[in-house]
């Protein structure tokens, strides 16, 4: 059994629809999804992608609007990053940034590959990374935002991990989850251990994640901006049905298997705490709506739609206009 590389991010918005306006309209990405949190359906979940929503270039939001602020810590997923396809790219993204006054720090470099981080409207710790290509495929650039295909996002990137001590993630990553360490890069923090790199199915930016060690630091106190799990990506249901009993075997204490209709999951936490997610390929976003009107309408996955009245009842007025 070998993960395909990172599926999606899922994070938090206390603003829904500037959560919208910047991924959309700024980033150029998709909404290809506009449902609930299905394990509280009073909240807007939102999904962020490429034209046709291909696993890896999935970013999720769900809506708290009376969450409170993000005080960074360890025990956390730190910084999620976007695939670009060249040093250009960032050219390209600096002057955008600056256009739409998005907090941005200068172009430099993450494990040899050019990067330009940022910030969105709540603080998220965001990052473009140049890819030439090599390893897991870009997904399908969005053309309806006005952002040149050339230069637009093209699937996730690595997420950043910190946490007290790496030890312990590390061998997670790599005797359970099957990763490869393949390299470090310098830490962010003047003495601190270099920040090692580990990579999983096809290799490149899809597939990585960073660990970051800070001894001492306080866990982070999450809200809005925080990210709440990583997923990575099982490409079959047959390998999907292995790795519940095989992560219990290990010791882990499992969400066990989860029908989330779009894809299948499974929840576990890594021994700094931070949850992560296995999902499934398929079946997909546009399995109950027509793939030239994604995310244009609430999608209630069957097992909630007998409860649709209730739960549109439930929810605040979301006002979000098409890119």
């Not at 699937?155 to 997670?172: E, H, M, Q, S």
């Not at 999450?222 to 790795?243: C, D, I, L, N, Q």
């Not at 021994?271 to 997610?277: A, K, R, S, T, V």
């Amino acid at each position: 059994m070998e993960l395909a590389g990172i599926h999606h991010v899922s994070a938090i918005t206390a603003n829904a629809e500037k959560n919208h306006d910047f991924f959309t309209r700024i980033l150029g990405m998709r909404l290809v999804k506009k449902s609930v949190n299905q394990d509280n359906t009073s909240s807007y979940h939102l999904f962020y992608a490429d034209a046709v929503g291909t696993p890896g270039t999935d970013m999720t939001y769900f809506d708290i609007p009376m969450a409170g602020r993000t005080y960074s810590g360890s025990s956390s997923i730190s910084s999620t990053s976007f695939r670009v396809r060249s040093r250009e790219s960032l050219d390209y993204w600096r002057s955008r940034f600056e256009e739409f006054k998005v907090p941005h720090g200068e172009i430099g470099e993450r494990f040899g590959r050019p990067v330009l981080p940022f910030e969105d409207f709540e603080g998220s710790r965001l990052l473009l990374t140049a890819d030439n290509g090599n390893g897991i495929p870009f997904g399908v650039p969005w053309n309806q935002a006005g952002i040149p295909e050339e230069y637009a996002i093209a699937g996730l990137g690595p997420v950043t991990l910190t946490v007290r001590n790496a030890g312990p993630t590390a061998r997670v990553l790599t005797e359970i989850m099957g990763f490869r360490e393949i390299g470090t890069y310098d830490a962010f923090a003047e003495g601190m251990p270099d920040i090692r790199v580990f990579s999983t199915g096809e290799g490149g930016p899809g597939g990585e994640v960073h660990l970051e060690t800070r001894p001492g630091m306080p866990p982070e106190r999450p809200g809005r901006g925080s990210v709440h799990h990583v997923a990575f990506r099982v490409e079959t249901f047959e390998e999907y049905s292995k790795w519940d009993a095989y992560l219990r075997q290990n010791g882990f204490r499992t969400s066990g298997e989860v029908d989330r209709y779009y894809f299948k999951a499974i929840y576990f936490r890594e021994p700094n705490g931070i949850l992560f997610e296995l999902s499934t390929d398929e079946p997909g976003f546009d399995t109950d709506e027509p793939l030239d009107s994604l995310g244009e309408t609430l999608a209630l996955p069957p097992f909630l739609e007998p409860r649709r009245e209730a739960i549109e009842a439930s929810l605040r007025p979301l006002t979000i206009s098409r890119t």
